[in-house]
């Protein structure tokens, strides 16, 4: 049993729109699939029947019979979905709370606790990202943290997430020590800083961390990253170079999430942009993310009547990924979609 306090299940309820029976803007199965996917609990179990059957009734008897670790997980992970949506700014108060909320039941905004994933694979609960670079090129870091909060990263930029009254060599430690990737905008006022030399220090004993060198005048990867193939970077492919090598290097991580954010998608043009940076990558699902994202597209109407996903995405999902499709998936997607080729 968790440990939530009333007054905070009351603004959680208000937040995640539960008055009606509903849970944001899920649906039965997409719903279902967030849940597993986040803490591997089936909520439509009979563990969770206790309040009644609707989604919001579901998620308030996980509150009262599920673990601190997994309530935690999965309201770190509905903040995650909201953000990514759009419903609450990144470093607002609502999302403030919120993580306050999951510190208190022990799961720490910067956790590192792994999840079930919809692919059935570990995932932190957060993904964290650390951006080094010079205090010149500021702007630069303020667009690649722009970015990554966009795929679902928790970012820090030493420069803009620092507080004088903070310890600022702990904290940056901290944040090199809890990142799953690290972007190095190298630039001549890179290689003369010897803070950015002493985080690239750092981050190198680290092996399980994705090193993304990104050059802004030409300046290649050097020292302990010299092996790493540096990208030449501008405005105008930042946001393309980052995708790629995210999605390439990551793909475990970057597909199950996108795929939650599609089943969430709140109108046509968002699940267009939603769906957009998956189609490159359709190949790469594993069967439980075709399922995932069947389902995802199945049991939502903003994916389902939006223009390019029924004439473009779907269609070409369909065809790469038709046979490994499960029957009871393809069912739900014919019922919306029935000219598919299944």
């Known amino acids: 049993m968790s440990d939530l306090k009333a007054v905070d299940r009351a603004h959680l309820e208000t937040l995640f729109e539960m008055s009606g029976g509903y849970v944001l803007s899920f649906s039965n199965a997409t719903f279902e699939d ?17 309040n009644g059957d609707s989604k919001a009734n579901r998620l308030r008897a996980f509150w009262n019979a599920a673990s601190n670790e997994k309530v935690a997980a999965l309201l770190g992970d509905l903040l995650t979905l909201m953000i990514d949506n759009e419903k609450v700014e990144t470093d607002g108060k609502e999302a403030a709370r919120v993580r306050g909320i999951v510190a208190d039941l022990g799961g720490a905004p910067s956790s590192r606790t792994s999840t079930s994933t919809s692919s059935g694979a570990a995932q932190p609960a957060e993904r964290r990202a650390f951006v080094s670079y010079s205090v010149e090129r500021k702007h630069d870091g303020g667009a690649v943290k722009e970015c990554l909060t ?15 009254s903070e310890e600022w060599m702990q904290r940056i430690l901290q944040e090199l020590g809890e990142a799953d990737v690290f972007v190095a905008l190298l630039s001549k006022e890179f290689m003369e800083s010897k ?5 690239l220090g750092y981050i190198v004993s680290r092996s ?3 090193k993304i060198p990104l050059s802004l005048d030409g300046t290649m990867p050097y020292g302990f990253i010299g092996n790493l193939q540096g990208i030449k970077v501008h405005d105008g492919n930042l946001a393309a170079v980052l995708e790629e090598v995210l999605y390439r290097k990551r793909p475990r991580r970057m597909i199950p999430a996108q795929i939650r954010r599609v ?4 109108s046509w043009r968002k699940a267009e942009a939603l769906v957009q940076p998956l189609a490159p990558h359709f190949a790469l699902f594993t069967d439980e993310e075709v399922d995932a994202f069947a389902r995802a597209a199945a049991g939502n109407s903003e994916v389902y009547y939006a223009s390019d996903c029924v004439i473009k995405y779907i269609p070409e999902f369909v065809r790469i990924n038709g046979a490994r499709i499960s029957p009871e998936a ?13």
């Open 208 to 210: 399980d961390v994705l």
């Open 195 to 199: 803070w950015c030399g002493q985080e």
């Open 330 to 342: 393809a069912q739900e997607l014919l019922e919306v979609l029935p000219d598919l080729d299944l």
């Open 263 to 266: 089943a969430s998608a709140r």
């Open 34 to 50: 967030f849940v597993r996917g986040s803490t591997g609990e089936e909520i439509y179990s009979e563990a969770y029947s206790g």
């Open 150 to 164: 966009k795929f679902g990263y928790q970012c820090f930029l030493a420069h803009d997430d620092l507080r004088v």
